[in-house]
C-alpha cells in the first residue's frame, strides 16, 4: 500500500492536561508542509485529543512526535510505546526542541526511530518521500538514522527561508479548541508566527542553538493577507504573536502594524519584544502600537542583577529594562515582565525582587512572569550551570521529569525558594489583574502590606491558598 500520511502528534504538556492551549504551531508547521506537497497529514494535539484519534493504518509512511524539554517527553514515550506495540513497522520520527538540542542522546532511546534536527518543514517531506520510495535515508539531509544499531547522522541542512517553506495551513486543526482567553480583556486570540530566529545569543535560550542567530521574516503583505484570513475565517478578535522577537525591524513593524489598521483589522495583539528594541521607538510608533491593538508586550526582563544580565549574555542594560517597560506604561501598554530567579550566584535573587518592587511601585500597569532558572540544553549558561554543580539528566526518561516548576539547580536553598514562592504569591494577589473587592481587597492589601515590609513569616494566606490547591 502506497504510504501516503503522516501522523503527527503534539504530545500533553502536563499531567492533567490543564494549561496552554495555543495552536500546535510545531506539527502544524511540519504538517502544513507535508500536506501541501501530496502528503495526507492526521494532526493529534494530545492536550484536547483522545490517544483513540491516534491511526496505525499501512499507509502510515511514519508517525512523527514534537517535544520540548519536560513533560512533553513523557507523553511522546507513552505514544512512541503504543505504535510500537500495535504497528511496530512504523517508524518513529522525534521532532522539535529537545530532540535538536540533544538529538545524540534522544536517538540512544530504543522508541526513538529517527530525529529530525532543527527546523523541519523541508527534512520532513524529503523523509516522508524517502520512506514511500523506499529510498536510502541517507539521502535525506538533517536526520540521525539507525543502521545496524547504529546512529547514522546525514548531512547539516541549511536554514530555510520563509519564501521556502509552506505557510501555516490552520485548517489542519480544530480551531475551537486552541484560542488563547486574554487574562485582563477576555480577547480570544490565535497564536500567529510573523518570523522565525532570533540574532541575539541570550546564554539560556535555545533559539541561538537551531538558528545560529539568524532571522527570517514572512514578507509583510502575507502577514497582513494570513491575519487578515483569520480574522475572517475564524472570527478571531486578537493575534498572539509568537515570534521571538517581533520588533527586530522598525520600519518592518511599522508597516505590519500600519497594514492592519489600514486594512481595518479589528484585532487586539501581544507579543514579545526586548528592552533595548523598545527604547528606540518613537512616541508615532508607540502610538501605533496602541492605536492597533496592542495590549500587553512580554519583555524578556530576565534580572535586575546587571551582573547576571552580562553573564547570561542578554545585551541589554538595566536602565534599558526600565525605561522600556516605562514607554509602553505610558502609552497604556501592559508591560508583562519576565524574570528568573536562582541563577549561578547566591545574591542576585534579593537584587532581582528588589527591582521588581521599584518597577511595580513606578509603573501603573506591569504583570510579571518569574521562574526559578531551569538549565534547558544549548547557551552557555548551560555550560556555566554545569561548571557550578548544576548535573543535567543524561537520558530521554530523565528530561521528562525536568519541570519547569521545581528547582532543578543545586545552589537554591530551601529558605529561598520558600521566600520567592511567598513573594510570587503575594506578588499576585497584591497587585491583580483586575479590579478586586471584598475579601478578595483585603488580601491585596495584606499582600501588598508583606511585600513592602519584606514580612513573609507565619504565611497563613499561602498556607490556606495552598490547602485550597490554589498555588
Ligand atoms: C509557544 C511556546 C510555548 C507554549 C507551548 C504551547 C503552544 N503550542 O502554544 C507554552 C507557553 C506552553 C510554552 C511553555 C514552555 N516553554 Co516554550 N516556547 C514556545 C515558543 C515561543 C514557540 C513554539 C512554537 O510554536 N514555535 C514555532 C514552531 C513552528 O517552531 P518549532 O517549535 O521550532 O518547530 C519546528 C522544529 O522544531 C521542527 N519540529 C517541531 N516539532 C516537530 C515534529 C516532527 C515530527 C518533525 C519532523 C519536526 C518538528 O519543525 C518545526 C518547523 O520548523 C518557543 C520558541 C520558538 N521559537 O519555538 C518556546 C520554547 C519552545 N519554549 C521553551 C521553554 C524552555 C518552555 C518552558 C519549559 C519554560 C518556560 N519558560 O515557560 C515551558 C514548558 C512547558 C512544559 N510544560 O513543558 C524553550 C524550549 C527549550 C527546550 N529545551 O525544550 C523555547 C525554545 C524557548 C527558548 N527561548 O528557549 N512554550
Not at 545569543?201 to 497582513?224: D, E, H, S, W
Not at 513592602?452 to 499561602?462: A, R, T
Request: charge should be neutral.
Amino acid at each position: 500500500m502506497k504510504k501516503d500520511k503522516v501522523i503527527l502528534v503534539y504530545p500533553a504538556l502536563s499531567p492533567t492536561g490543564q494549561g496552554h492551549r495555543g495552536a500546535p504551531l510545531s506539527s502544524l508547521a511540519v504538517g502544513s508542509h507535508l500536506a501541501a506537497n501530496g502528503f495526507k497529514v492526521k494532526l493529534v494535539d494530545l492536550r484536547v485529543d483522545p490517544l483513540e484519534a491516534l491511526e496505525f493504518g499501512e499507509d502510515v509512511a511514519y508517525m512523527g512526535v514534537s517535544a520540548m524539554t519536560g513533560y512533553q517527553i513523557h507523553s511522546a514515550l507513552e505514544v512512541c510505546r503504543i505504535y510500537r506495540e500495535k504497528a511496530p513497522g512504523i517508524p518513529l520520527v522525534w521532532g522539535g526542541w529537545h530532540a535538536s538540542l540533544l538529538p545524540e542522546e534522544t536517538m540512544r532511546h530504543p522508541l526513538v526511530d529517527i530525529v529530525v534536527t532543527g527546523q523541519g518543514e523541508i527534512t520532513a517531506l524529503e523523509l516522508a518521500q524517502a520512506i514511500q520510495s523506499g529510498a536510502s535515508l541517507d539521502s535525506v539531509a538533517g536526520i540521525l538514522h539507525k543502521r545496524g544499531g547504529e546512529t547514522v547522522k546525514t548531512a547539516e541542512r541549511p536554514l530555510a527561508g520563509m519564501d521556502q517553506i509552506t505557510p501555516i495551513n490552520y485548517g489542519l486543526i480544530r480551531m475551537d479548541d486552541h484560542f488563547i482567553h486574554d487574562p485582563t480583556t477576555g480577547v480570544k486570540m490565535i497564536s500567529y508566527l510573523a518570523s522565525r530566529g532570533c540574532p541575539y545569543r541570550c546564554g539560556f535560550c535555545a533559539i541561538t542553538t537551531v538558528y545560529n542567530k539568524r532571522f527570517f521574516n514572512v514578507p509583510v503583505p502575507q502577514v497582513l493577507d494570513e491575519l487578515e484570513g483569520l480574522v475572517k475565517r475564524y472570527g478571531v478578535n486578537g493575534i498572539y504573536f509568537e515570534d521571538d522577537n517581533l520588533f527586530i525591524n522598525k520600519q518592518r513593524t511599522e508597516d505590519v502594524l500600519k497594514g492592519m489598521v489600514d486594512r481595518g483589522l479589528k484585532v487586539r495583539w501581544t507579543g514579545l519584544a526586548r528592552a533595548d528594541r523598545i527604547i528606540k521607538f518613537e512616541p508615532e510608533l508607540l502610538k501605533l502600537m496602541r492605536d492597533s491593538g496592542c495590549i500587553r508586550i512580554l519583555i524578556g526582563a530576565e534580572s535586575g542583577s546587571q551582573e547576571m544580565l552580562d553573564l547570561m549574555d542578554k545585551d541589554v542594560d538595566l536602565e534599558e529594562t526600565i525605561r522600556s517597560a516605562q514607554m509602553l506604561d505610558d502609552y497604556g501598554i501592559e508591560g508583562d515582565l519576565s524574570f528568573m530567579v536562582g541563577l549561578p550566584d547566591p545574591h542576585e535573587w534579593k537584587v532581582t525582587l528588589d527591582f521588581i518592587m521599584m518597577m511595580r511601585k513606578r509603573l501603573k500597569h506591569m504583570h510579571i512572569k518569574l521562574f526559578f532558572y531551569t538549565p534547558y540544553p544549548g547557551g552557555r549558561l548551560y555550560d556555566i550551570a554545569q561548571e557550578r554543580g548544576f548535573v543535567p539528566p543524561d537520558n530521554l526518561e530523565d528530561w521528562a521529569k525536568f519541570e519547569l516548576h521545581k528547582v532543578t539547580t543545586p545552589w537554591v536553598s530551601r529558605e529561598m525558594e520558600q521566600h520567592v514562592n511567598l513573594f510570587r504569591f503575594y506578588f499576585r494577589y497584591g497587585y491583580p489583574n483586575q479590579a478586586v473587592k471584598g475579601m478578595k481587597a483585603a488580601l491585596a492589601s495584606l499582600s501588598r502590606w508583606r511585600l513592602d515590609n519584606k514580612v513573609f513569616s507565619l504565611p497563613v494566606e499561602y498556607n490556606l491558598y495552598r490547602a485550597l490547591g490554589k498555588v
